[in-house]
């Protein structure tokens, strides 16, 4: 069985507590109930707790929750919040003995690695600090590999974040030995003979509009757009949705791969077009290219972020290896050429574009004004040998005719 979950907490034994997401809306509705039903401070008066008693706990958030007694000590109680996971020592002026809601089974699910056996035979401290700065709170992927003998016993699991898996991920790092670790290549940061590449983005068929934004230009002429999936998607062609569905999943990978990035290494190899992770100046990495190699001392890189089309010229301690499972996602932006129009001899501006002298700047910001941010749609003219479109504002209209009219460009039939 496969299914989505979210990891609640990770125990000091390196149990994974998680809660699937078909459970949400139950937890939610008896969160509820149980706030509607306690209010106030725990119980007052002198109690006899005993180990295993069934109990709602206030926590330091005021909120009230589900728990059981794993330790009686004096005035202090070691209490396990049975629809979390997480242990706690709390006094017992925040507790309250119930029956109420012990029929209910506990929502979160204590989970194992399958195959997977801790370096020690169990999972040392920084193992688990890691692990929990890793997946707490976080959505995975969960594959049932074996029921436990009990009830109460742990469920031996794959898990599976931003597409690796956790298991390989963790004998990557030594923190573990994986028994099935035939994905551990699948990590891609590995070094070999390979020469990785991108996917290229399909294209909607010429002739039909369908909506874009433009993500960098290089010049009025020359863009990159990137296929808009924000609209109405039962309206979408299969591309566009195949293209929401990739940037979605594409979008949750980079966010795991920012999480876990320092354990990649740093490229070694300077490769034209080679696929790798590079930091934006925002701190965040992203899927990049090599383009070229601008300076010797200190070695200065030229990258192509290729989701947006943006370059940048980068320090080799910001360019890392990329997984190869991010490689399956096609690229998201296209370099296109836009129809209809040309630069003009009339346009005076002194300032110049210097890589496209044909065009000013003031035609380049026009531009820029006309697209950003703007709801735009395109039709593909031809596909050969460049992906040449029309391209449309928010208004429906051609967006080089505001170039036209101020004397920025002409007409080109």
Not at 249 to 262: F, R
Not at 346 to 368: G, H
Request: overall charge negative; glycine content about 6%; charged content about 20%.
């Amino acid at each position: 069985k496969i299914f989505q979950a979210v990891v609640s907490c990770i125990g000091s034994d390196g149990t994974i507590y998680i809660i699937p997401k078909l459970f949400e809306t139950a937890l939610n509705k008896l969160m509820a109930e149980i706030q509607n039903t306690f209010k106030g401070l725990g119980l007052l008066i002198p109690y006899c707790w005993k180990k295993g008693e069934a109990c709602v706990v206030r926590g330091s958030d005021t909120v009230w929750y589900r728990a059981k007694i794993v330790e009686v000590s004096g005035s202090t109680l070691q209490v396990q919040y049975i629809d979390r996971g997480y242990i706690e020592s709390i006094p017992q002026c925040h507790l309250y003995p119930t029956t109420f809601y012990t029929g209910i089974p506990p929502f979160c699910i204590p989970c194992q690695l399958y195959k997977t056996l801790p370096i020690g035979n169990f999972w040392q401290q920084d193992a688990v600090d890691y692990l929990q700065e890793l997946l707490k709170n976080e959505e995975v992927e969960i594959h049932v590999e074996e029921l436990p003998d009990n009830p109460w016993g742990k469920l031996s699991i794959s898990l599976y974040f931003g597409g690796m898996s956790l298991s390989s991920f963790m004998a990557y790092q030594k923190y573990c030995v994986a028994e099935d670790c035939q994905d551990l290549q699948k990590l891609g940061v590995f070094e070999g003979d390979l020469s990785p590449s991108y996917l290229p983005q399909p294209l909607p068929a010429p002739g039909e509009t369908f909506p874009v934004t433009v993500t960098h230009l290089v010049s009025p002429k020359e863009v990159y757009i990137c296929l808009d999936s924000s609209g109405n998607l039962t309206k979408c062609s299969a591309t566009e949705r195949a293209a929401s569905h990739d940037s979605e999943s594409l979008n949750k990978a980079l966010k795991w791969c920012n999480k876990i990035v320092k354990t990649l290494p740093h490229l070694t190899d300077f490769k034209k077009e080679l696929p790798c992770l590079a930091e934006y100046v925002d701190g965040l990495w992203y899927r990049a290219k090599l383009l070229s190699i601008t300076q010797l001392v200190p070695v200065q890189i030229l990258v192509q972020f290729v989701d947006y089309g943006t370059y940048l010229v980068a320090p080799t301690s910001r360019l890392r290896h990329i997984p190869c499972h991010l490689l399956k996602y096609p690229v998201q932006a296209v370099r296109v050429l836009l129809a209809g129009f040309r630069p003009t001899a009339d346009d005076k501006n002194v300032e110049r574009i210097p890589y496209s002298p044909e065009w000013s700047l003031k035609a380049l910001w026009t531009m820029m004004d006309s697209v950003e941010g703007k709801h735009l749609s395109a039709s593909i003219l031809t596909v050969s040998p460049e992906v040449t479109i029309s391209l449309y504002g928010d208004d429906k209209n051609l967006v080089h005719l505001k170039l036209i009219e101020m004397g920025l460009a002409e007409l080109d039939e």
